[in-house]
Antibody
Framework: EVQLVESGGGLVQPGGSLRLSCAAS????????MYWIRQVPGKGLVWVSR????????SYADSVKGRFITSRDNAKNTLYLEMSSLRVDDTAIYYC??????????WGQGTLVTVTS | QSALTQPRSVSGSPGQSVTISCTGT?????????VSWYQQYPGKAPKLVIF???QRPSGVPDRFSGSKSANTASLTVSGLQADDEADYFC??????????FGGGTKLTVL
């Protein structure tokens, strides 16, 4: 069974940094591109980033480009999102998701990031 | 990277069919056949119900179907059941290795 478990969320001040992790199991992690997607509670989903299966390519939404970095450790079956220069409007639930044919198929349960002073 | 447009809410009675639209542009929905749909219950993670415009993942009932015409994709839920009541989001590839989601539609089963 595919399982994705996010962690690392919490409370952070504007301008601060945070690193999210996503532990994957139940599939061959190193064969799949992966996504980060966020959602303000009660609002819509927003694509944040995608990373190639070998970590050799990443893409980002304009709203996070230059502030967020997505990486992965295939030996540890773990996906990361390094967030810096955080803003109040980065407050959201952050989901990791597996890619299947250029579509996010399986999603984790999410981790909440709250940016507030 | 503007969000795709979905109606805020739709409703139907048990047994009826409802269709949820998802309107984009030629740069996303109209330009690629990478449209997917997700069902989300409150407090839960989204679940994929349609991918590649019309394809259903294994385990998703055939009451869920997808289509596309020009810049608008649609999700139809037929034979409505109480547990179809949820939020539904569309998603499209938008070129240059970017993706865009819709704002979501609340489906109410009357």
């Amino acid at each position: 069974e595919v399982q994705l478990v996010e962690s690392g969320g919490g409370l952070v001040q504007p301008g601060g940094s945070l690193r999210l992790s996503c532990a994957a199991s139940g599939f061959t992690f190193s064969n799949h591109w992966m996504y980060w997607i966020r959602q303000v509670p009660g609002k819509g989903l927003v694509w944040v980033s995608r990373i190639k299966y070998d970590g050799g390519f990443t893409s980002y939404a304009d709203s996070v480009k230059g502030r967020f970095i997505t990486s992965r450790d295939n030996a540890k079956n773990t996906l990361y999102l390094e967030m810096s220069s955080l803003r109040v409007d980065d407050t959201a639930i952050y989901y990791c998701a597996r890619d299947y044919s250029s579509v996010p198929d399986h999603w984790g349960q999410g981790t909440l990031v709250t940016v507030t002073s | 990277q503007s969000a795709l447009t979905q109606p805020r809410s739709v409703s139907g009675s048990p047994g009826q069919s409802v269709t949820i639209s998802c309107t984009g542009t030629t740069s996303d929905v109209g330009g690629y056949n990478y449209v997917s749909w997700y069902q989300q219950y409150p407090g839960k993670a989204p679940k994929l119900v349609i991918f590649d415009v019309t394809q259903r993942p294994s385990g998703v009932p055939d009451r869920f179907s997808g289509s596309k015409s020009a810049n608008t994709a649609s999700l139809t839920v037929s034979g409505l059941q109480a547990d179809d009541e949820a939020d539904y989001f569309c998603c499209s590839y938008a070129g240059s290795q970017t993706w865009v989601f819709g704002g979501g539609t609340k489906l109410t089963v009357l």
